[in-house]
């Protein structure tokens, strides 16, 4: 009875939170629609987006997702109309490179260098955009953002501009809350009953197979299951406690950084009206191409070094 009162009220909180961020960002974006700022911004910026597949437009929830959390970026996209294959691409990028400021905070508390989270990040979010445009031919059809109603013409005044902001605020958090509290129960049974560490004690063969040690278990579960910022405290705790190399703790960042809070970075897209299985996807088979690719040259130059010393 405790967990299910405390996870409900973690997911309560958690979604005045971040509907706090959602909220505002929707009701803004979508007056500035309305206004010559948003799109002075767009031409601005379209050329650059162009290389993703994306439009001008696009960007404002490419930064917002950046600066703030993937809620904000969401918040970002349910404001504008886009087809289905630039609110995929925008879900894959953004799932690699979201909330930049408290996340590489943590990768820096850990023992990751700088260089390391940007490039991986910024480089994985780029990448995956331009092949996505590239390959997908499909998705050319406007997307449907869950059960946020459609809009049959455009207001004529300020007054309408404002509904019509509240509208879709209102709709982008109610939404938010059916996929946040959710997963605030689960995540209160999974502390409650001390899940997280049997899943830790389950992740040989992964450690294995991206060359860490096994002591860094603990910190693939908590990042995987929480995410790089809800999981923090968790993941510098057990670096520090279990002894995680520098090494160990840089490879499991860079597969974290691709593949982290799988279940609710996957699951809070579901209402953009996506593919979510393919994001799952890629999301999974970069982190494990990428991070054994570095591994293999890390083991491969500490072997050459290795090699110079004893001649």
């Known amino acids: ?8 009220k973690a997911g309560l909180k958690t979604t005045w939170s971040l ?12 007056m500035l629609q309305f ?10 910026v379209a050329p650059v987006m162009g290389i993703f597949g994306l439009s001008g437009e696009a960007a404002v929830p490419l930064v917002l997702g950046n600066a703030l959390n993937l809620y904000a970026g969401i918040a970002g996209i349910l404001s504008l109309e886009l087809t289905v294959k630039e609110v995929f691409i925008l879900a894959v ?10 996340e590489t905070a943590v990768a820096l508390k850990v023992g990751v260098r700088l260089w390391v989270v940007l490039v991986v990040r910024f480089g994985l979010a780029a990448m995956s955009g331009i092949l996505i445009n590239l390959l997908w031919s499909g998705g050319g059809e406007i997307a449907q953002y869950g059960f946020a109603p459609e809009v049959a013409a455009a207001p004529e005044t300020w007054l309408g501009i404002f509904l019509l902001g509240l509208e879709k605020a209102s709709f982008g958090v109610l939404q ?16 409650d009953r001390h899940y997280l560490q049997k899943i830790a004690g389950m992740m040989g063969p992964l450690t294995r197979l991206i ?7 603990l910190t693939l579960a908590s990042g995987l299951i929480f995410g790089l910022a809800m999981g923090a405290g968790v993941m510098i705790q057990a ?19 691709a593949c ?50 004893s001649t």
């Open 1 to 8: 009875m405790s967990t299910l009162k405390n996870g409900l």
């Open 19 to 30: 509907g706090k961020i959602i909220f505002p960002i929707t009701l803004l974006i979508t």
């Open 35 to 44: 206004t010559p700022v948003l799109p002075f911004i767009i031409d601005l």
């Open 93 to 102: 990028m953004l799932s690699f490179s979201h909330n930049i400021f408290i």
């Open 176 to 191: 938010l809350a059916m996929i946040v509290i959710p997963l605030m129960l689960m995540i209160q049974v999974l502390k």
């Open 211 to 217: 060359g860490v040690e096994k002591n860094t278990s």
């Open 239 to 257: 670096v520090q406690e279990d002894g995680v190399s520098k090494k160990d703790a840089t490879l499991a960042f860079i597969f974290l950084v």
């Open 260 to 309: 982290h809070a799988i279940v609710e970075d996957t699951l809070i897209f579901i209402p953009l009206g996506i593919p979510i299985w393919p994001l799952l996807l890629i999301r999974v088979i970069t982190a494990l191409v990428l991070t054994i690719f570095i591994s293999y040259l890390w083991r491969r130059a500490e072997d050459n070094q290795k090699e110079v010393v």
